[in-house]
């Protein structure tokens, strides 16, 4: 399967833990971008890669968000002293170039419970 | 704002019939809308899409209409099948930007 690919799929965590989740795009896609879903609502925009730069973070991404792409290849997304309303599903998804209008390609998403 | 928005939360039709879904864009600069099916426990996935200058294009068994003067987009399923059970999204973006905007979704729900 040559799709996004995440880990872990679910994660569960005590408040105040720091948590780290990671990204395999598809190979050729040069652009990356982490969303984040909570029940009932549309993917939410946090950031956006190209190849290593981070071009862009919501507002959505506080201090305790931090996120990389050190080679321009997976991507890693980190919560540092996780809050219950961290809890949520975080995708990922990847695209080959935004000039062709090409749709974004989802992963399946770690859900994250933070108790 | 810029904001994606749908008309029915949810929407119940019999196995074989078609089904609509629609959603109302206000970003009067978006230029490329896209509709995605979630499945639970999986992420978006990418049924069709449409560019402005287009207002209707077809796909296998869906179909998209985008009408800019009132910024609604439609999904029409033909043929709804058990399969079909999702949650489904537009989505919205514009040229230069690289946000895609997704609206609250819309539940089809299929009845055998």
């Known amino acids: 399967d040559t799709g996004v690919s995440q880990n872990p799929r679910h994660k569960i965590t005590k408040r105040g833990q720091n948590v780290t989740f990671r990204c395999d795009p598809i190979?050729?896609?040069?652009?990356l971008y982490w969303y984040r879903q909570t029940l009932g609502q549309g993917p939410e925009f946090l950031t956006y890669?190209?190849?290593?730069?981070?071009?862009?973070k919501s507002r959505l991404l506080s201090d305790r968000f931090s996120a990389e792409r050190p080679k321009g290849s997976f991507s890693t997304l980190e919560i540092q002293r996780t809050e219950q309303g961290d809890s949520a599903m975080y995708l990922c998804?990847?695209?080959?170039?935004?000039?062709?209008?090409?749709?974004?390609?989802f992963g399946n998403g770690t859900r994250l419970t933070v108790t | 704002g810029e904001s994606v928005g749908l008309h029915l939360p949810t929407l119940s039709v019999q196995e074989g019939d078609n089904s609509i879904i629609n959603c109302a864009y206000s970003?009067?600069?978006?230029?490329?809308f896209i509709w995605y099916k979630q499945e639970s426990g999986k992420g978006p996935q990418f049924i069709i899409d449409?560019?402005?200058?287009?207002d209707k294009r077809q796909g296998q068994r869906v179909t998209v209409l985008l009408n800019k003067t009132v910024k609604h987009l439609s999904l029409q399923i033909a043929a709804t099948q058990p399969g079909d059970s999702a949650v489904y999204f537009c989505?919205?973006?514009?040229?230069?930007?690289?946000?895609?905007?997704f609206g609250a979704g819309t539940r089809l729900f299929v009845k055998a």
């Open positions: 890669f190209q190849n290593e730069a981070q071009l862009e």
């Open positions: 190979s050729e896609h040069n652009r």
């Open positions: 989505a919205e973006r514009w040229t230069g930007g690289f946000k895609t905007i």
């Open positions: 449409i560019r402005s200058n287009m």
């Open positions: 998804a990847s695209s080959p170039r935004q000039e062709s209008n090409s749709p974004l390609h």
């Open positions: 970003n009067s600069a978006s230029d490329y």
